[in-house]
């Protein structure tokens, strides 16, 4: 099996960061543009320690961040102290791979560490293969909002339901 390296992103990485967002942009269910997310938003989450990066040798392949922010907190959730989870993604020449599953094992394994009781995101209805992950590695899909003129599964998962050292189903 190949390993790869996963570790918190830092500021020599937004370049090749800010290509693989803009390798997203018209994809199926892809609601990033031009603007966003940006030089800026990937600053603030470094900054923020909750930018994660995969690498395959040296290049980054996948991107996620994960980390305490309160663009959801008014919608209903179970979690008592969570993390959001936005912006995974991962190049196109390595989609449907399982590198979706790999960086987002190793962020719940890193959350968990820092503290949190759960992860909670809102996933666009129109993302197929971002619902087909989130489902694939034991998120519950919790309710529905819209923001920014889009549609929104809220997904959330709870540590306290995974046994200790237990994964999520893969």
Not at 149 to 159: A, L, N, S, T, V
Request: proline share 4%; hydrophobic share 35%.
């Amino acid at each position: 099996m190949r390993s790869y390296n996963f570790s918190l992103a830092c500021h020599d990485d937004i370049p090749e960061i800010l290509d693989l967002y803009h390798s997203q942009i018209g994809t199926p269910g892809c609601a990033w543009n031009v603007y966003y997310p940006n030089n800026e938003t990937a600053k603030s989450d470094i900054e923020n320690e909750s930018l994660y990066i995969l690498k395959d040798d040296d290049k980054i392949i996948a991107v996620a961040t994960a980390g305490r922010e309160s663009e959801l907190d008014n919608l209903q959730w179970a979690l008592k102290n969570p993390c959001e989870l936005s912006r995974l993604a991962v190049i196109p020449t390595m989609k449907q791979q399982g590198i979706g599953t790999i960086i987002l094992q190793n962020v719940i394994d890193s959350v968990k560490a820092r503290g949190f009781d759960g992860i909670r995101m809102a996933v666009s209805k129109s993302n197929a293969a971002a619902l087909a992950l989130y489902d694939k590695n034991g998120f519950a899909k919790c309710g529905e909002t819209s923001m920014y003129d889009i549609d929104f599964y809220c997904y959330q998962m709870e540590f306290s339901r995974l046994n200790e050292g237990q994964q999520p189903p893969s």
